[in-house]
């Protein structure tokens, strides 16, 4: 995201797959990508640029020129980069955390406090209009919303009265963002801002929300193509997915608390589109020299007329990053048009970006997508 | 078609692959599978049952038993198929014509006149409310349209002056059908419908007409993903998909003049959809062990966020007959509502059926299903 | 088996799939298909014809008309089928056993007794001059060699003093088969023959010995691509494996205890081949609606010149039981071969039937197959 | 080539994809990378360093910091570079040449002379034992053996004669090559030294030959794949291969003269394996953005026991440069290993690095690579 920020800021790449470019958005008044200032909470050690580097290296699909022209502007961000917490993400996720000054708390209040300060010390010391607080940390283990988080009420005055809570790193960060009237997108399947209590405060502080999982590869795919299937009356007999891949969410996805989380988000497309549900397999496991190109093989056994079994295979070949890292970019400029807008909350024609789009059923991309289309027209209008 | 329908009125299978039996279209009325009388013309000699257990035996796809229970339909079917004509159909097709009385004549007229007076017997024969006229003929070389058949007054006078006109077999079959008016469904890429006279002429007669080149497989499968590239901004650079199968429609297209028509279906949705046109390669060979079983290899080369380079592979096994039937009874279906409804001419909302929809650019199969889900529930209205 | 030794004694079909049908094993005498007389023990009630019947139906690979045809070879072979047992095949079996005399005890000593009794009324009642016993039961979990089972002299004193042995159901086939002078082949990854004891055994009986755990499939697929790579010093990085299918034995290999055996033997020869581990993942994976079509997906990453990294991906697609069929009938007749020519104990020569095979390292399918071919030269000498 | 050879001498890179890499030839006197000096004739402008960079930037398989640390060698090898000649070698070939003063005559013996001079020349230059010209030029179209080059005698006459020759220009640059005493290696299916009057000639010169067409990709997997059927005894109906790049090579086989070299070495492994003939479709087309990654797409379908439909489909992924390049390498150490030992003319146990091995009809890659493997023991005794 900073190297493409970057990057597009100084001409050096077209916005290829950033959907914001598209003529449908023409005329809108979304952030141009020099009207971006990155910032961020990271717990490891390590720059933007070495990041960047080791990304270039281990997967081969980066200009390394890039790096030095947007040499600046990466560690101007890097700079601006403030050392987060691990309470409450799991063991993978600690385990990786090995910056020393790392946010630590007996309870949730003290952490989110502190990382609620440090957003509005960003915001003040860039002078912010708007600041869009994305997660695309490594993913969480499954977490429930307890039941203190049902209301802000209650929230509230558990964390006045400083009570042990709960809740996973994400849901931290989520609730100290919309506290600083910050919006917030989650490009994970954590838990994160999936807290009524929050619902209800984010129509007080004006936070525009958006969640979750973005919706990259393979999954995408499944959305497009299970509405084939609907629409042909065709009955898919089983979906079976493979993926691999070798990146530092591979890992982390290697725990297999943590992988449950995914499957589960990258499973439940499927029968959410057919209206029933066929025999799935999603497996996602970790091949090192696979870097960050995430290979998928799906097998789809499908009956069609007189019962006849065919099938359908496919395989993507997609590099993980350079999925996501555009998607990131249009979420925050759209949140950011919503809030020019005087919208806030959840973002329903926001779905298509997401996996487990929240408080929306829908998983055909394609009605996602006409959602979106009629948004922008209408802002257009 | 014939067996399904069979062992459709007879509940031996479910209606699966039927596009008209999902629950948009419930209530509508649609005529039942026990309500279609089957006829047609035919050039080579043979029976259903004989075509059906050919296909059982070289695919493997068919519960032989089917065929002793349809016994008598299939029976009462051949007995109503006509002789029919290779004028204009060209000398692939014609090496198929081995009936003795094939339908000749110096002329179109003779020809046409002919076709009309046995649709017109069959229609009394069988107490008939509405024929229609489905194309599922082999692929004819391309043509194109003649300047007489730009209006119906020059084409029927120059049809009742006997004068030689250079109208492929398709075309003349179109012809009859819509003088008789018939309603008239094109699942081939041959001419056919395609004739501004005959638009006219439909007006006149009643006819409804719908086409052409039924959307089956690999370029359903076209129409699919390529408004996911679109909607993601990902920029396809080439598109690649390899065909090959085995059955009759495989030997006719092994000659190159008539599969340039099936190519050039094949080939130009990517480019509708895109907005720009791609490298783009489309083979359709003929490999004989394949049988029915249409096999379609696809490579997309796509370019997305730094200009990484990806791609997706898809392997498409579907039974060719099996996908087609279902949508060519569909599509009788619809075409009986449409003239249940008053409607006539060309039926926009039928554009998910066909590679290339008559008088409609529109590829992308969500966009022209959505039309076909608003007729569906205007027509319940 | 049964209905292709059958169908080949007819002349119904031709010997495709057999590999001692290849001209290099011309003029041997191996026994014609209509030399064998099948029998068996099953825990299962139903006869061959029924499962003729629904392997037919429920995955459509099957003429029909060859079951009738082979009406009495099929009865009379089930008539000779005998009860079998379950003792020691772990839970997963155990389920499948729904013959009401199954074989039990409570120790070893009395279901080897039994089943040694019913091989040799075997032999009697049918005169025959060898008996091979298969083992193409469902793969048992994994079992260690126990220490009594180091020598027969143990082995033997262990079973007259009726000791409680930890001995799966394949072994205790084994043991019997041994003791009465069959021949045994494993065609399964259970422990079944592989007891040093009965390699002394064998030699004073001279049973001939072959296994284990045919190579039909995807395994074979690994064993023919290995040596490619190796022969081009191209390093393979990763080789990851998925194979999905629905027979019984998915069935029975969905108890994580019995596909860990499968795992096993499918993981272990790439690494064998190449003379390093590379990362591996082999998932097996049961999903219904494929019955006995075993697909596989595999995906090598692999490492070639200046460092570049390339991929080979493979989806196999076949018919387990009518690939593993033709070479447990080959097994058979080489296993016969061996015993005219005096041999006994462990044929290397047959390595290459097998993804384990017993005393020997090689797995390489080349060269295993050279061993063959020079056996049969030798042999024809 | 260069960039390889430089980088091994350097220790930049380990030598994976070297075949002479393996433990098999260690203790041999093969050349070392530092041993090799570069030379060549060259049709078109540009030099080693702008090839590989503009090979490095399409298609993103290069560290490029490499280029920098091997400047001087490949300066030094593009110094040493000559001009060549696109006599006969067709106009597709023609197109690219775009050096100025291109080697041109009216007949064949003044461009076969002063080919033969350079390369004497370069030779006493660079003080060399040996010269290995090697064919790594685009594809000609089909050249038959004129009958004048059926015996040195006729051909050394005609030479002398100045008679007109229909000879290619990768004949030209082997009669040249063999006169002169260099050995001579064909990479590509191009007619080159396939002359009997060049194994005449070099019996006396002491020329070591080898070809023809470095077998390096998707034929080196029919060559792997076919004699597994053959060992199982399952039919091969039908080898469909479709092959899609982007290089300069895919250009120039975008010309059909040039493709049906290609095609015909591709396509006739298959059947020289098996021993039938089965279907088969073998095409390679240009598509420009695929650069130097040759996808190929294989769908084999075959017949097993009791007539059971199966298929195997693989996609390989290489980059079609790092795959030769090591090839190439090899064959210069092996063909100079040859010389040392005494040997001239046509070396069968080259065979496995070769789709049309001259001299030898076998093409199981397996039985090739035995004959390597004992080449190798025999000479390591």
New interface residues.
Partial sequence: MA??LA?LARGL???????T??PLFEGLPLPAPSDFVIGGHEIRLGSFRESAEEFARAS?????S?LDACRDELAAASARVRTGTVCGAGPAIARLGNRSDLIEGDSAAPVIDRIESDLRQFAEAERLDHVVVLNVASTEPPSAVPPVAETWDDLSRALAADQPLALPASSLYAIAAVRAGCSHVNFTPSLGATLPALDELAAQTGSVLAGKDGKTGET??KT??A??F??????V??W?G?N?FGNRDAVVLDDPANKASKVTTKDRVVSGILGYKP?T?V?I?H????GDWK?A?D?I?F?????????????????DS??A???AIDLARLVDLARQRGESGLQKHLA?FFKSPEGVDEHD??RQ??WLEEYAQKARA
Same sequence: chains 1, 2, 3, 4.
Avoid at 287 to 290: A, L, R, T
Wanted: proline share 7%.
């Fill in positions: 190297v493409g990057a790449i077209d916005p290829v797959g950033l959907v470019a598209r081969g699909v980066f200009d390394p890039w995408l795919m497009v193509l509405p084939m609907a629409g042909r009356n065709l009955e007999m089983s079976v493979h691999i025999s397999i497996t496991e091949v090192p020299d696979m290979t093989w097998h056994h009956r069609g007329f007189l019962g006849c079994k065919m099938s359908l295979q496919f395989t993507w070949q997609g590099c350079l999925l890292a555009p998607l298509c991309f394609f997508s006409r």
